[in-house]
């Protein structure tokens, strides 16, 4: 039975690819030799490590504008320690969005004074703070672009002088944005890239070595990036199924034609939630994230029919988060818009059941 992917992470990744992919585990394009038992310092897979790097600098715009391309491990996890380590010297803001801003302020509190610049927690993280002021001496502002469990986006980022460092694990490549007005952003794969394994980092040459500390090699951007992301062994099933995405993405036209994609799907269920008593958006209307819908059922009896009208159609994974309770559809790039499509005509069908 044909199945509609709604899971937010790891997540539905394109046809061909994973067609690819399966390939490459066997014999790698016509070498003899599997993907997963060669050098990574062999010319095939340097040639593979370029190419994700290149491709990902390429769709962001960032190309000859003085940023470096790194697939690290760790996920995106890591990246909440790794950017206060590299950047943080005194002092640094942070914008609290979720459940992830927040861990990544842990994480950088270990490493000078953070200022929480603004937060919506007091809301249960239904929006995006707006208007704050941002103190003129922090090493940098952190943001988080979009809140994956709550279903919120950042749609205007603030304009500052102050360094931006933005986790953009679950809405990377899939709008277009002027990406050079971060220092860093950092992204776990899984979400709209590839498998789980490698968090791309996309880092301003400029930005690094200003802070007075001591950083072990594996944590060093500059390492990182003078070794060309081959400091040690890289995650190489997930930097090729990586590139092989970010190929799939260029070829269809880059950022701007998926964003045009996703912006249909999203009104999609979006109108289909608004019009629908039996439904309700769970974020605030102008903050509505296009990868993470976010909502619930007005009627808890009908709950069960709801989802196994749902199970009948193979739609999967649309649970909320046990934060937020209710429904979740995460619709990442690979996610076709006939999908979304089957998910409307099931929530329409149950209003008249209702
Ligand atoms: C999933 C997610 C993370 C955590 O990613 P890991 O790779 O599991 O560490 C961080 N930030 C955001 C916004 C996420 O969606």
């Known amino acids: 039975m044909k199945k509609h992917n709604f899971s937010a992470g790891p997540c539905i990744l394109p046809k061909e690819v994973m067609q690819k992919a399966s390939e490459a585990v066997v014999e790698l394009d016509g070498i003899g030799l599997s993907l997963i038992e060669i050098s990574h310092r062999s010319k095939e897979f340097v040639a593979i490590m370029e190419k994700a790097r290149s491709l990902a600098l390429e769709l962001l715009g960032l190309e000859g504008k003085g940023y470096q391309a790194l697939f690290l491990q760790g996920g995106a996890s890591m990246q909440f320690l790794m950017a206060a380590y590299n950047l943080l010297d005194k002092k640094a803001g942070y914008v609290n969005t979720g459940t992830w801003s927040q861990k990544a302020i842990k994480e950088a509190k270990l490493f000078g004074d953070i200022v929480e610049v603004a937060s919506s927690q007091a809301a249960n993280f239904n929006h995006i703070p707006k208007g704050y002021s941002i103190p ?56 709209n890239m590839g498998p789980a394994g490698t968090t791309l980092v996309v ?22 990036a003078s070794k060309e992301s081959m400091f040690n062994t890289p995650p190489v099933f997930a930097v090729y199924v990586s590139m092989l995405t970010l190929q799939w993405l260029k070829d269809l036209g880059g ?67 046990r934060s937020v309770g209710g429904y979740r559809a995460s619709m990442y790039n690979a996610l076709p818009l006939e999908s979304v499509g089957v998910l409307v005509d099931i929530m329409s069908e149950l209003e008249k059941k209702g």
């Open 136 to 191: 003129s001496d922090l090493d940098y502002l952190h943001l988080t672009s979009n809140n994956t469990i709550f279903g919120t986006q950042i749609k205007e980022f603030p304009k500052t002088n102050v360094p931006l460092v933005c986790d953009m694990s679950s809405d990377i490549f899939s709008r277009q944005l002027d990406f050079s007005q971060f220092d860093l952003i950092y992204a776990g794969a899984q979400k």
């Open 203 to 224: 880092v301003k040459e400029d930005v690094l070595g200003k802070v007075s500390r001591k950083i072990p090699s594996m944590l060093d951007y500059s390492v990182h």
């Open 255 to 321: 950022i701007a034609a998926i964003e045009e994609i996703n912006e249909r799907k999203a009104s999609l269920i979006y109108s289909e939630i608004e019009l629908n008593p039996v439904f309700s958006g769970f974020a605030a209307k102008e903050d509505r994230s296009t990868m993470n819908a976010t909502f619930n059922i007005t009627d808890d009896g009908l709950k069960e029919v709801f989802d196994s009208m749902c199970k009948e159609e193979g739609i999967s994974g649309i649970n909320g988060h």
